[in-house]
C-alpha cells in the first residue's frame, strides 16, 4: 500500500490491489503474456491504440493525409524511430525504402500499398494497422465519404490562403500609399516657394506700359 499514485484515495487502491489479486485477473494476465509472446506483428501502440496514434499523425503531417503505411509503422516502432523487434525490423526497413522510391504509393489501395507488398495482403476480418474492428468492407464503405470530408478541407485551405493573399496585398497598397504621402508632403513647401507673388506684373500688362511710353 505504500505504492499508491498521486491523487488516488486509499480505498480505491485498496479495491484495485484486490481486483488484480484474484486467480481470474492473475489467468488473464498469464494468457496476455503469452499472446503477446506468440504475436506474429508485436505492436508498440500499447493502450492506446491505433486511433490516437493516428490522430497525433494527423496533428504532425503538414497535409493532413494519413495513410495505413503512416500508421502501421508508427505503431511498430518506438519514439525514436527505432524498432525494438528484431523479427519485424527486415519488413519495417523494406516498407520504408518502398515508401522513399514513390512516396504516393502509401495511397495506393490496401492491396497495393506498401505495408501489403511487404507483410502480404490482408484475408478476411481485420486490416493491418488500422486497429481492431476495421475490416476491409468497413475501409470501402467509408472510402467515399473520406474522400469527400479531404475534398472540402482542401477547398477550405485553399479559401484561407487566397484571403491571405488578398490581405497581403491590401497590406503592402496601403503600405504604399502612406510612403507616397509622406514623399508629396515633403514637396509641398517646394511648390509654395515657387508659386506666382500677386505683385508680379504679367506679360500683357508689360506691352501695354511699353506702348503708352512710347
Known amino acids: 500500500m505504500e505504492?499508491?499514485?498521486?491523487?488516488?484515495?486509499?480505498?480505491?487502491?485498496?479495491?484495485?490491489?484486490?481486483?488484480?489479486?484474484?486467480?481470474?485477473?492473475?489467468?488473464?494476465?498469464?494468457?496476455?503474456?503469452?499472446?503477446?509472446?506468440?504475436?506474429?506483428?508485436?505492436?508498440?501502440f500499447g493502450k492506446f491504440g491505433c486511433a490516437r496514434i493516428e490522430e497525433e499523425l494527423i496533428k504532425e503531417i503538414p497535409d493532413g493525409?494519413?495513410?495505413r503505411t503512416h500508421v502501421f509503422v508508427a505503431t511498430h516502432t518506438s519514439k525514436d524511430g527505432s524498432c525494438p523487434f528484431l523479427e519485424l525490423r527486415p519488413s519495417l526497413n523494406e516498407i520504408k525504402r518502398l515508401v522513399s522510391l514513390d512516396p504516393y504509393l502509401g495511397e495506393k489501395d490496401l492491396d497495393n500499398d506498401p505495408v501489403a507488398k511487404v507483410i502480404g495482403r490482408d484475408s478476411k476480418g481485420r486490416v493491418r494497422g488500422l486497429?481492431?474492428?476495421?475490416?476491409?468492407?468497413?475501409?470501402?464503405?467509408?472510402?467515399?465519404?473520406?474522400?469527400?470530408?479531404?475534398?472540402?478541407?482542401?477547398k477550405r485551405e485553399s479559401t484561407d490562403e487566397n484571403v491571405k493573399l488578398v490581405?497581403?496585398?491590401?497590406?503592402?497598397?496601403?503600405?504604399?500609399?502612406?510612403?507616397?504621402?509622406?514623399?508629396?508632403?515633403?514637396?509641398?513647401?517646394?511648390?509654395?516657394?515657387?508659386?506666382?507673388?500677386?505683385?508680379?506684373?504679367?506679360?500683357?500688362?508689360k506691352a501695354k506700359l511699353f506702348r503708352e511710353a512710347t
Open 167 to 205: 490581405m497581403q496585398r491590401l497590406d503592402e497598397e496601403t503600405r504604399a500609399r502612406k510612403i507616397l504621402a509622406e514623399k508629396l508632403e515633403g514637396y509641398a513647401p517646394k511648390f509654395e516657394n515657387t508659386s506666382p507673388q500677386p505683385s508680379m506684373i504679367n506679360v500683357s500688362d
Open 3 to 44: 505504492n499508491i499514485p498521486k491523487r488516488t484515495k486509499k480505498e480505491d487502491w485498496e479495491s484495485f490491489i484486490e481486483i488484480c489479486s484474484t486467480d481470474e485477473e492473475k489467468i488473464k494476465r498469464e494468457k496476455g503474456k503469452l499472446s503477446r509472446e506468440h504475436m506474429k506483428l508485436p505492436h508498440t
Open 131 to 154: 486497429g481492431t474492428h476495421v475490416t476491409k468492407t468497413v475501409v470501402h464503405a467509408s472510402a467515399p465519404y473520406i474522400k469527400i470530408v479531404e475534398e472540402e478541407r482542401r
Open 65 to 67: 493525409t494519413v495513410t
